[in-house]
């Protein structure tokens, strides 16, 4: 008996405790093929999200021709407010769009902005309950299946609506369906890599939103003629995703799983990615639980956020300033029809400014400071939004507008460009400036700021229709001062993923204290060696 007691002894001394950080950067690899593919598995749902957050720019498009159908009508109208209804019609038929199904024009032209508003404003919901679920009891994979499945159902009752107070609804429905698949897919990629490695894999997400937005032109050119068209199309998407890759090739996030008191299963799929990329963990490791974790769990977690002042003031920060870019990126697409291009081609273009964007991000990431890159993409994208107010032109004749010119789509281009780098750098700053067991519900916080601010900027859309000078000016004014406000965040980079709110506190601080130590230490050689001389 004492034989056997003596050698349990021996064996919990021998016993090696690792934080998660630690054993992917000694053990499994900081980003082997294993956490490729995972990222790589997780990052396809931003395809999704990306088709069902920009498919408004073709299905409630405002039409930019018509033609007279009677004897009556005169062709020299400016505008279709002035003719008698039945003696015109849209050229590209009336179901080509909501806006010309549903007569949304003139005294009805403020009800085309509340479809995506409220889409927009369910997602700021949504965000709000998938951060709880996410850092909660449902956990990171679970939140996006769910989020898929949600998104697949409202996606295709969409396609059924009867007028525009339904589609409305659905489309709120929808906006908050999806907006668990952003931030939950971001901190489920990000927490399986190591810290060299998070802001790139924070990045890549962003390529599969990309591809989603550079495939909606190719959805919606066949289906022109049929808005109800596109949302049949993409509502297949998601189904397919969460049944066939997401449930049985998805590993859940080791480090909600330890923060969740499931120390084993967190191990098990440390594991299993060594395994993959031909490495083994000790047989003696066991995983080092952050203090108060299974005393307190993630949703006590999320409460403390507010509780604690530093946090607070850094999430408050952090919010105003999503607000602003949430109203930049996602307004400066929605106003892409008030650039007087062809709308497919310029959605096209768009689309392929944010492949620069997100590998400029990418590599930026690896040795810039966070902070320096938002701000700086910042004012870059609102000076190009004021830029593109000199070349805004209209021309009210028969409806129609005048054909733009290149530099104001040059401009335009680089200013979205830069929102992008500034929108997608936010993200993964959110991501480091918070521990585990709030990490999700601050993305979701900072996710819903960026859908306050992206549900007011369909109304000044409406209103670039008749001003499109207005709304440049207001989309550059915002995102400048976003990049002032981003000033007063620490900076992350290079920094650990701490676990609870109370230990990156004590680090931080530490950190604080070590940092003015030094400054002294310095300060104090120097002035030793200036009375030497």
Same mark, same amino acid.
């Given at each position: 008996m004492e034989e056997e007691k003596q050698g349990l002894v021996k064996g919990r001394e021998n016993r090696l405790q690792l934080t998660v950080d630690e054993v992917v950067e000694e053990y499994v690899g900081s980003f082997g093929f294993s956490q490729l593919v995972h990222v790589f598995l997780v990052s396809l749902a931003w395809i999704f999200d990306s088709h069902n957050t920009l498919v408004t720019i073709f299905t409630d498009a405002q039409p930019h021709s018509w033609k007279c159908i009677s004897p009556i009508c005169d062709e020299n109208e400016a505008s279709v407010c002035g003719l008698k209804p039945g003696t015109w019609e849209w050229a590209a038929g009336n179901s080509s769009s909501t806006i010309a199904e549903w007569g949304l024009v003139c005294d009805q032209n403020f009800l085309a902005a509340i479809p995506a508003s409220l889409f927009f404003l369910g997602s700021l919901l949504g965000s709000a309950v998938y951060g709880r679920l996410a850092d909660g009891f449902l956990g990171r994979k679970r939140s996006v299946l769910l989020s898929c499945l949600l998104t697949s159902a409202t996606t295709f009752l969409t396609s059924l609506s009867p007028n525009i107070w339904i589609y409305s609804l659905l489309r709120f429905a929808n906006g908050f369906s999806r907006s668990g698949i952003g931030i939950c897919c971001l901190v489920l990629s990000t927490e399986a890599v190591g810290r060299k490695w998070r802001g790139q894999v924070g990045q890549y997400g962003f390529f599969f939103f990309t591809a989603g937005f550079l495939s909606l032109p190719l959805i919606a050119y066949p289906t022109r003629t049929c808005w109800r068209n596109i949302y049949k199309i993409i509502s297949f998407l998601p189904l397919v995703y969460a049944v066939f890759i997401l449930v049985p090739f998805v590993s859940e996030s080791p480090r909600w799983l330890l923060v969740r008191g499931r120390s084993e299963e967190a191990l098990d799929v440390l594991k299993r990615y060594a395994k993959v990329n031909g490495k083994k963990l000790p047989p003696n490791l066991s995983l080092l639980e952050p203090p108060s974790c299974a005393e307190r769990g993630a949703v006590q977690g999320t409460k403390n956020l507010?509780?604690?002042?530093?946090?607070?003031?850094?999430?408050?920060?952090?919010?105003?300033?999503?607000?602003?870019?949430?109203? &930049?990126?996602? $307004?400066?697409? #929605?106003?892409?029809?008030?650039?007087?291009?062809? %709308?497919?081609?310029?959605? !096209?273009?768009? *689309?392929?400014?944010?492949?620069?964007? &997100?590998?400029? $991000?990418?590599? #930026?990431?690896?040795?810039?400071?966070?902070?320096? %890159?938002?701000?700086?993409? !910042?004012?870059? *994208?609102?000076?190009?939004?004021?830029?593109?107010?000199?070349?805004?032109?209209?021309?009210?004749?028969?409806?129609?507008?005048?054909?733009?010119?290149?530099?104001?789509?040059?401009?335009?281009?680089?200013?979205?460009?830069?929102?992008?780098?500034?929108?997608?750098?936010?993200?993964?700053?959110?991501?480091?400036?918070?521990?585990?067991?709030?990490?999700?519900?601050?993305?979701?916080?900072?996710?819903?700021?960026?859908?306050?601010?992206?549900?007011?900027?369909?109304?000044?859309?409406?209103?670039?229709?008749?001003?499109?000078?207005?709304?440049?000016?207001?989309?550059?004014?915002?995102?400048?001062?976003?990049?002032?406000?981003?000033?007063?965040?620490?900076?992350?980079?290079?920094?650990?993923?701490?676990?609870?709110?109370?230990?990156q506190e004590e680090e931080e601080k530490f950190n604080t204290i070590s940092d003015d130590m030094e400054i002294e230490l310095g300060k104090e050689i120097n002035n030793t060696s200036v009375f030497t001389i």
């Open positions: 507010w509780n604690t002042n530093w946090a607070a003031k850094r999430m408050a920060i952090v919010m105003i300033t999503g607000f602003g870019v949430g109203f &930049v990126y996602y $307004g400066v697409q #929605l106003n892409v029809e008030n650039l007087n291009f062809n %709308l497919y081609f310029t959605v !096209a273009i768009n *689309a392929m400014m944010e492949i620069p964007a &997100v590998f400029v $991000g990418s590599v #930026l990431l690896s040795f810039t400071n966070r902070r320096l %890159l938002f701000s700086i993409s !910042a004012y870059i *994208a609102g000076i190009s939004c004021i830029l593109c107010i000199i070349f805004s032109r209209t021309s009210h004749k028969k409806g129609n507008r005048s054909k733009g010119n290149l530099a104001q789509l040059t401009i335009e281009a680089i200013g979205f460009m830069a929102a992008s780098t500034a929108f997608d750098v936010m993200y993964v700053y959110c991501v480091e400036l918070f521990p585990t067991n709030v990490r999700n519900f601050a993305v979701s916080m900072l996710r819903q700021a960026l859908m306050l601010g992206a549900s007011i900027a369909p109304l000044l859309v409406v209103v670039g229709r008749f001003s499109p000078s207005l709304s440049f000016l207001v989309f550059g004014l915002l995102s400048i001062v976003s990049g002032m406000i981003s000033l007063w965040l620490p900076e992350t980079r290079n920094s650990p993923l701490y676990e609870t709110l109370e230990q």
